[in-house]
């Protein structure tokens, strides 16, 4: 991928979070749970988060070929780049 294409789905991603922690709030207030439930509801999301990220796992992450045995680290990139 693309250094611009990465940051832009990054900040994408970023972006998307905050739209939906703000809904995710604005609903549990709506409803009327109140102030003190936004928290609870953000606990939550965070720990949906982390279960998600448990859940894929680590990353499959090879040496480039120009650093092989290195352990360098614009080597552990998986790009095959060196940088």
Do not use: Y
Request: charged fraction near 5%; include cysteine; glycine fraction near 16%.
């Amino acid at each position: 991928m693309p250094p611009n294409l990465a940051s832009a789905v990054n900040i994408g991603a970023f972006n998307l979070g905050n739209a939906i922690g703000a809904a995710l709030g604005g609903g549990v207030i709506a409803v009327g749970f109140g102030l003190p439930a936004v928290a609870l509801a953000g606990a939550a999301m965070a720990a949906l988060g982390w279960a998600a990220v448990w859940f894929v796992g680590p990353a499959d992450v090879q040496p480039c070929a120009a650093c092989e045995g290195l352990r360098k680290p614009h080597c552990l990139t998986g790009s095959g780049r060196v940088f």
